[in-house]
């Protein structure tokens, strides 16, 4: 293989989109191939042939001229037989005894691709295996490597089992180039839009070596020496695929993935997709993840998504999902931002020994370099999680980050969150779930941490959970977490509670807290399991806000706090009236089923008068009620039976008009008076100015008022005083 760049052969290299076949006839020949339309098969060879390996080199740098043959044969291969037009097997004469290859009849040669087609010319090489079956002998029973993109169109079913050799994957994947194995195509040549669930072609089962994947890196002396390594592996169309790593070399800690590193070596960018079906499962006692990392090994950029059905086992400390046992780092996406269970429904069952998806780390370097990130989103369910140990999704040791939102489902898991060593003074082991965006937990055993120093849980934004055990702390008895926040919040429902949010009481923990609020606009849900002996609240600090209901259970425990502590010591009503808000209810049921009481916000009265005062035109009036919300559920002891008024403002006076009660006379004020409409009884006066007299000159020197018959004389003109007046005269203005 020379190495170089592919850009100087430009447009006029092969073209490589005409597939290059490997069928079960010639895995027992040397193949020549130039990346054109020129798929070769061998006929079978006789019995006393030498075995050949198919070695397919493709690198443009090398053979710059169109038509320079690509493909050289692997240096222990004889000198090929002569080329022959493609057949099917159909057309091939029904031999005596099964060929070398077929199903009944592996070979034992391999199969090698080295592509290094790259730059901005590059192609993707496509590779056909056609009912190959494979019993390796010596090495991998197919490697890829190079940093060219490589496709794997499968038809038939075909086997690459490397068990016989230890240290080699079933199909190595070397290099920094892309492998996709896929089914696109029926064998008969036609796009697939539906594979039928009994349809066994277009399969792919793959065996590893001892300490080697199946799919993936083989098994490596060390993690610094990269052999175990691999990327960049997707599996998408219709392909169905059976990967099994190779057994544990009975070495200690030691094992490859199904599909990911080998020993001591690290996954990274493993995508699975479209409608691909994969079985991935680890071989006996081997230490690697189902598909992931190998043991020791980090898996990283782990992506299944579309309409993919994946199931993972894993055997002893791998994850089903995520790094091999003691590996470093594991970062998985389930599903796809944005969509739902009607546009994508992919499906996961995922079971482990110590860590179902996310995996056990080791103890090197400090716990942020130990993280495991995870998140589970849009129309992914997730059928199974478990695990002997927690958690099932999650980091045992370091930091774990889980996510699950978007309509994605989790019908069965154990423990989601994280564990750590903070028991042991190990600093920096954290744990933050978010359980949030219509999310759906159907059942789970506990969403939190145990013996971690610090663990949030958060759950919010209409999720959904169905029956879980505890939220915050599932410590095993002697464990420890340092700090922990529960939070319960929006629209979130807990639908069946069988234990606790926030702390056990026998438990060790430092600082705790609790919130539960449905907010403003929201409305929290968390009711007690049916067939639970217990559903409570335990913290240091519990706060109960508005738009809240709980349905909370007594502990038939005597150790454990009846309905709602904070530290220690069950809150009374009165305690928390100060926090809950007015649409807010607390039920307490007690260990015989009974409800005993109620403890709910004003808004949550169902009120009953017990008296009331009407308002007046100056007074106040007021109801009295008293709030039967307890009795009529038949409380056994209610605690709400204080009464209460709600005042009516003074309904001020309806006065009616003026009316005259004593006229006004040209001497003498009048007087008028106006009754309110709603009492008689309250009265308003007011005076009138007196109108004056209107007087009239009679010629005689006097003058008489009109209004009122006064007469007067018209006053004398002396010199002590000169008194005018002004009469009306008839016909003047």
């Known amino acids: 293989e020379a190495a170089g760049s592919a850009d100087a052969a430009g447009e006029s290299q092969p073209d490589p989109d005409a597939a290059f076949t490997l069928s079960e006839a010639e895995e027992d020949s040397a193949q020549t191939q130039e990346g054109k339309d020129t798929t070769e098969e061998k006929k079978d060879p006789a019995e006393d042939s030498p075995k050949k390996d198919v070695v397919y080199e493709y690198d443009p740098a090398v053979d710059p001229e169109q038509e320079q043959q690509a493909t050289k044969l692997a240096p222990t291969s004889a000198t090929p037989a002569a080329k022959t037009k493609e057949v099917t097997l159909a057309d091939a004469p029904a031999p005596t005894t099964p060929a070398a290859g077929s199903a009944t009849t592996p070979t034992t040669s391999v199969i090698k691709v080295i592509n290094n087609w790259v730059g901005k010319a590059a192609k993707e090489l496509k590779i056909r295996l056609d009912n190959v079956n494979i019993k390796s002998s010596n090495d991998a029973a197919m490697t890829v490597s190079g940093n060219g993109n490589t496709k794997i169109e499968l038809d038939g079913k075909n086997t690459l089992d490397s068990s016989n050799v230890s240290g080699k994957a079933g199909l190595n994947k070397q290099g920094n180039g892309t492998m996709t194995i896929t089914d696109e195509k029926t064998d008969g040549g036609e796009t697939r839009t539906s594979k039928a669930a ?16 199946g799919i ?17 592996i997707t599996i998408e169309g219709y392909a169905t695929v059976d990967a099994t790593s190779g057994k544990n070399g009975d070495t200690g800690i030691c094992g490859g993935a199904g599909i990911g590193g080998g020993n001591f070596g690290s996954a990274d960018n493993i995508i699975i997709q479209g409608n691909a079906n994969v079985t991935a499962k680890t071989g006996y006692h081997s230490d690697g993840a189902a598909i992931g990392g190998g043991a020791y090994g980090s898996g990283t950029n782990i992506g299944i998504y579309d309409h993919a059905t994946v199931k993972a086992t894993a055997d002893i400390t791998g994850a089903a999902i995520g790094r091999g046992g003691y590996g470093q780092k594991a970062s998985v996406t389930i599903g796809s931002k944005d969509k739902t269970q009607e546009n994508e429904n992919v499906h996961v069952t995922a079971k482990a020994y110590y860590s179902a998806i996310g995996g056990m780390a080791g103890f090197i370097g400090n716990a942020a370099d130990r993280t495991t990130d995870i998140v589970i989103q849009g129309g992914a369910t997730i059928e199974e999680a ?18 699950i939102r978007g309509h994605a489902v989790i019908k069965k898991a154990g423990l989601i969150g994280g564990r750590g060593s903070y028991k042991f003074g190990d600093q920096g082991d954290k744990v933050t779930v978010s359980i949030e965006d219509h999310a759906r937990l159907e059942n789970v055993s506990a969403i939190g941490g145990q013996s971690v120093e610090e663990a949030n849980v958060t759950v919010k934004d209409n ?11 599932d410590n095993y008895p002697g464990d420890k977490i340092g700090k922990l926040t529960a939070k319960i919040l929006d629209n979130a429902t807990i639908e069946k509670l069988s234990g606790w949010i926030g702390k056990r009481p026998n438990s060790t923990v430092n600082e705790s807290e609790v919130i539960v609020d449905g907010g403003e606009n929201g409305k929290v849900t968390v009711k007690a399991s049916a067939l639970s002996d217990k559903a ?58 009974k409800l005993q009481k109620i403890v709910h916000g004003k808004n949550r009265c169902t009120k009953h008068e017990t008296g009331h005062q009407d308002a007046t035109c100056t007074e106040k009036g007021w109801k009295e009620y008293g709030c039967t919300l307890e009795s009529n559920n038949h409380a056994v002891a209610p605690t709400h039976t204080d009464k209460w008024k709600e005042y009516i403002p003074a309904l001020g006076h309806d006065w009616g008009e003026w009316k005259v009660t004593t006229p006004a006379t040209c001497t003498k004020e009048g007087v008028e008076t106006r009754y309110c409409n709603r009492d008689h009884s309250h009265v308003e006066t007011r005076t009138t100015p007196a109108l004056g007299h209107h007087w009239k000159d009679n010629g005689n020197g006097t003058h008489t008022c009109t209004n009122c018959g006064a007469t007067e004389t018209l006053p004398v003109n002396t010199n002590s005083a000169l008194e005018l007046r002004v009469v009306d005269a008839e016909g003047m203005d």
């Open 198 to 213: 009994d349809d066994k072609t277009g399969s792919l089962t793959v065996v590893g070596g001892v300490g080697a994947a």
């Open 216 to 232: 993936g890196g083989n098994s490596a002396p060390s993690s610094d020496s990269g052999v175990g390594d691999t990327k960049n």
């Open 386 to 403: 478990s695990c002997t140990y927690a958690p099932a999704i999650g980091g045992s040791s370091g930091v774990s980050n889980v996510v």
């Open 463 to 473: 999720a959904y959970v169905g029956s879980v055990g505890a939220i915050g702390d």
């Open 536 to 593: 409570y609240i335990n913290a240091n600090t519990v706060q109960i806000k508005n738009n809240v209901l709980l349905k909370l259970k007594q502990s038939t425990s005597a150790d454990e706090p009846y309905y709602i502590a904070a530290n220690g010591v069950e809150m009374t009503r009165d305690k928390l009236m100060e926090t809950i808000g007015d649409d807010a209810e607390i039920w307490y049921t007690d260990k015989g089923n």
